[in-house]
């Protein structure tokens, strides 16, 4: 008699949506999904700090090649900012290294405020981020004691609107609702809006309310996942987040192939490209007069 166990039949490709929560890492769900769907092939598309909650897509098996793509797509927030108190990582996770009274601000030095830090901006983002600098995450720098020096970084702040003030004696708190480009620190606008207003600023909340396409209502908690792994198939998480074209039986034979297929003018971003029966075949960018191959998905 054999004693092999029996194989396990891995779960189908695809994207889970999770409703992250407070204080664990992306890494934690990460790593609480692998048992729950069954397979180590789990990672996640844009990290969210243990403080934040809210959307964080997550890719099962092949549906992991996606997730590159998917962490350059514009995000959406709710945060609530803290005028007249810095803290040494942005945000309320460190601790308050000057205070100053923010009595003094009013809406409409706030909303001013906001203003100049919508649009195309150049930001520094927090000495506690995982960017790296010379070869290290610059969170271990800073914590280790050292002033980390980073360089400025393009990003577009689509929308940043004030949904209310709230005044607590010397302090006061903005509620807002930003929209943004990938690579953008929430913490940063938190800080910056803060130093332009002469009082400082950090971050005391902040929930991830979309990524891309995926919003909250297709969000799940961990708990409801435990009881059911809900995993969006590859075609409609793709068709969701990508502009789509569809090919014949012969071009997607090309395609799987290694094969390239001329440009149709569908943008410079990843394209979705599905056969005539609707299955995903390909991820492609098109490059001038043509269209290659990001992610092939079929055999």
Known sequence: MSTARAKRTPPPSGLIIVDKPAEWTSHDVVAKLRGIAGTRKV???????????????????????LLGHLALTEKGYDATIRLGQTTNTDDAEGEIIATASA????EEDVRKGVATLTGPITQI?????AIKVNGERAYKRARAGEEVELKPRPVTVSGFEITAVR???????????????????????????????GVGGHLTALRRTRVGPYDLSAAHTLERLAAECVILPMADAVAAAFPRRDVTA????????GGRLPALGLGGGP???????GALVALVEERGQIARSLAVFVP
């Open 43 to 65: 990672g996640h598309a844009g990290t969210l700090d243990p403080m934040a909650t809210g959307v964080l897509v997550v890719g099962v098996e092949k549906a992991t090649r």
């Open 103 to 106: 009595a003094h601000v009013a």
């Open 125 to 129: 983002p927090p000495q506690v981020s």
């Open 167 to 197: 005044r607590h004696g010397d302090l006061v708190d903005v509620d807002a609702s930003v929209s943004c480009s990938s690579g953008t620190y929430i913490r940063a606008l938190a800080r910056d809006l803060g130093a332009g207003l």
């Open 250 to 257: 012969e071009e997607a034979s090309s395609v799987a192939h």
């Open 271 to 277: 394209i979705g490209l599905f056969g005539p029966d």
